[in-house]
């Protein structure tokens, strides 16, 4: 009997002693990682959940944080890695500003215009109706005083922005009727965002909001006759071209659509210099990145428009026309109302001008073939 319990005991002790040798052997936790390119332990200096704005689902958009992501994991050796979650599901897509100010959250990436209500000057900072193309914005942001605006009106949100992404012009939206003139938006209901809602008002529609999840369900069972969200292939992934059969141009409402990663103040003051400059440049390569995706995809997209029943149009002359006075009328009558917004705007404006005399003539025209 004793012979059988000391073999069981050795048995007992074996497996033991194997489990700890096995732990021993296994690779570090989330506390650290294996750096990508030396093998060797490093430390985990940054560890954040990021809410986004946008599906992770959707091209162009969505791709734009995961490839952040994997990228500051990759070139920081594993020490600073970003949890991407999608809208909802620890933020919704229009509170990711709230729960970073407060400190729910470390970081987000949004689009800026949401913030709109809360602060009307975010919106120049995400999209100017009839302004800036997206290089312009880029040059205006780095290096004509856009990014130190853009610090400032959010540091009184304990926020701080980093551009982090950049599209091409939105497509002016999916509508189930003809847009012929002004008349044709009275008493239209569209899903619209930032300024350029604000525009649609001003000349009749009828504007809502929605996250990009509910927009196809609304037009469907016709709670909206129209929308813009975002690029064509963007939009098409959504669905909007299977109830909504004429998607009109230009995007005269987003002629740039810039993406920050947010930050909460507090943490960014924390971090280490190397870990900030880490985190700008590839914030800025994802700028170059993500304007070069955007402008590669659309045009398959749109020669593909007749095989699914699809119409591209663009808007009349005259609207157009139209909608740039009132455009400049609720961009005065906003400045009025809010001194950050007037600097920002007044800033934009003079870059503009001092940018058109390099912009037309270095360019050629665009339809100097036709």
């Known amino acids: 009997m004793l012979s059988h319990r000391a073999a069981a005991v050795a048995v007992i002790l074996s497996f033991f002693l194997g489990l700890a040798g096995s732990l021993a052997l296994r690779p570090p936790t989330s506390a650290s990682v294996n750096g990508p390119q030396t093998g060797t332990e490093v430390p985990l200096r940054i560890h954040w959940r990021v809410p986004v704005s946008n599906p992770t689902n959707l ?29 909802g599901e620890i ?34 900072l995400a999209a100017t109706p009839f302004g800036m193309e997206p290089w312009e914005y ?15 009106l959010y540091k009184t949100h304990n926020i701080h922005p980093v551009y982090c992404g950049m599209t091409g012009p939105e497509t ?39 996250p990009a999840g509910e927009i196809f369900q609304a037009l469907e069972k016709g709670a909206i006759d129209a929308s813009e969200f975002a690029l064509p292939i963007v939009d098409e992934a959504l669905g909007f071209n ?8 230009p995007g005269w409402h987003q002629p740039f659509t810039a993406t920050h990663l947010i930050i909460n103040l ?34 398959p997209v749109i020669e ?36 950050m917004f007037a600097r920002i705007l007044s800033s934009q404006r003079k870059f503009e001008s001092d940018y058109y005399h390099w912009k037309r003539l270095a360019y050629l025209p665009r339809d100097f073939r036709e």
Request: hydrophobic residues 40%; proline residues 5%; glycine residues 10%.
């Open 242 to 249: 299977r109830v909504a059969k004429l998607n009109y141009y």
């Open 59 to 87: 091209p162009v958009i969505g791709e734009n944080p995961i490839w952040l992501a994997e990228t500051l994991l990759l070139v920081s050796g594993g020490a600073i890695r970003f949890d991407i979650y999608d809208p």
């Open 138 to 152: 880029s040059a205006w942001w780095y290096e004509a005083g856009g990014k130190e605006l853009g610090s400032n």
């Open 172 to 210: 002016a939206g999916w509508f189930k009727q003809e847009i012929k003139n002004t008349k044709d938006v009275e008493g239209l209901k569209i899903r619209f965002a930032g300024i350029g809602g604000k525009v649609m008002e001003e000349v009749g529609a009828s504007v809502t909001m929605l």
């Open 266 to 299: 507090n943490v960014w003051q924390q971090l280490a210099k190397r870990d900030k400059k880490m985190i700008e440049t590839a914030c800025a390569a994802r700028v170059a990145k993500m304007l070069a995706q955007s402008e590669a995809t659309q045009g």
């Open 304 to 339: 593909d428009f007749p095989a699914i029943g699809v119409t591209a149009k663009r808007l009349p002359l005259e609207l157009l026309k139209h909608l740039d006075t009132v455009t400049q009328k609720v961009l005065n009558d906003e400045a009025s109302k809010d001194p």
């Open 91 to 124: 933020v919704p897509s229009f509170g990711i500003s709230d729960a970073v100010r407060d400190g729910k959250v470390p970081a987000g990436m949004t689009w800026l215009g949401y913030d709109q209500g809360k602060t009307p000057a975010s919106a120049l």
